[in-house]
C-alpha cells in the first residue's frame, strides 16, 4: 500500500528541538519531491518546507526558515524535518505529503502532533 | 503570493450546489488545486491545474479559473462532503487559501 507515516512529535519546551520522520512505503522517497505542511489547532494548512528528488534544492516558509531543516535518507526511504528553536506557535499537525509531477501532493501521512509549552 | 478564500464557513443541505472561490494577489496560471480535508484524517487532493479531477475523485467537484480568481464547485453535495476546502496555489513555492468550512445546515 501507498502510504506515508510520521512520527518523532510529542512536547516540547520553548526554545527546544524536535526531529520529525516520515517514513515511506510503496514510495522511493529518494526520487520524489517531498514537503512538510503543518495546521496549527483551529487553524488552516500551512505549507513550510519542500525538497526537490536531487536535494540540491530546498525552499521553507518565512516562518521557519533558519530553525528547521528539511532533509533525507536514501536507505531508510526516509524524510525529516528538524526543528530547532521552537516556539508556541510551532505547535501543530505536521505533514509530510509527496508533490507529483502535477506540483500537488498527491499521497499525505496521518500526521504527527508537536506541543511546544512555553 | 497571497491566496484569498472566502467563505470561510457556509451551511449547507446534502443537494445543495456549493461554491467556494480563492482569489490570488497576482497571476499563478493555472497553477491551483483544491483539497478536501477530514478532522483527523489526511488532506485529499481533489482537483490540480486549476480544473482537472484527481484520479478517483466524484465528478459531482469540478473547478474552474477567471483571471485571478479560482472557483471549486460541489454540484450535488453529498453526506461525506462536509468537510474543510482549502487551495493550493503552486506557481512560486506553495501558499494554502485560508479555508473554507463546509457545514450541514
Known amino acids: 500500500e501507498v502510504q506515508l507515516v510520521e512520527s518523532g512529535g510529542g512536547l516540547v519546551q520553548l526554545g527546544g528541538s524536535l526531529r520529525l520522520s516520515c517514513t515511506a512505503s510503496?514510495?522511493?522517497?529518494?526520487?520524489?519531491?517531498m514537503n512538510w505542511v503543518r495546521q496549527a489547532p483551529g487553524k488552516g494548512l500551512e505549507w513550510i518546507s519542500y525538497?526537490?528528488?536531487?536535494?540540491?534544492?530546498?525552499y521553507y516558509a518565512d516562518s521557519v526558515k533558519g530553525r528547521f531543516t528539511i532533509s533525507r535518507d536514501s536507505a531508510k526511504n526516509s524524510l525529516y524535518l528538524q526543528m530547532n528553536s521552537l516556539r508556541p506557535e510551532d505547535t501543530g499537525v505536521y505533514y509530510c505529503?509527496?508533490?507529483?509531477?502535477?506540483?500537488?501532493?498527491?499521497?499525505w501521512g496521518q500526521g504527527t502532533m508537536v506541543t511546544v509549552s512555553s | 503570493i497571497q491566496m484569498t478564500q472566502s467563505p470561510s464557513s457556509l451551511s449547507a443541505s446534502v443537494g445543495d450546489r456549493v461554491t467556494i472561490t480563492c482569489r490570488a494577489s497576482q497571476d499563478i496560471r493555472n497553477d491551483l488545486g483544491w483539497y478536501q480535508h477530514k478532522p483527523g484524517k489526511a488532506p485529499k487532493l481533489l482537483i490540480y491545474?486549476?480544473?482537472t479531477l484527481q484520479s478517483g475523485v466524484p465528478s459531482r467537484f469540478s473547478g474552474s479559473r477567471s483571471g485571478t480568481d479560482f472557483t471549486l464547485t460541489i454540484s450535488s453535495l453529498e453526506p461525506e462532503d462536509f468537510a474543510t476546502y482549502y487551495c493550493l496555489q503552486d506557481y512560486v513555492y506553495h501558499t494554502f487559501g485560508g479555508g473554507t468550512k463546509v457545514e450541514l445546515k
Open positions: 491545474a486549476a480544473s
Open positions: 525538497i526537490h528528488h536531487s536535494e540540491d534544492t530546498v
Open positions: 510503496e514510495i522511493t522517497v529518494s526520487t520524489s519531491e
Open positions: 505529503a509527496r508533490e507529483r509531477d502535477i506540483r500537488q501532493f498527491d499521497i
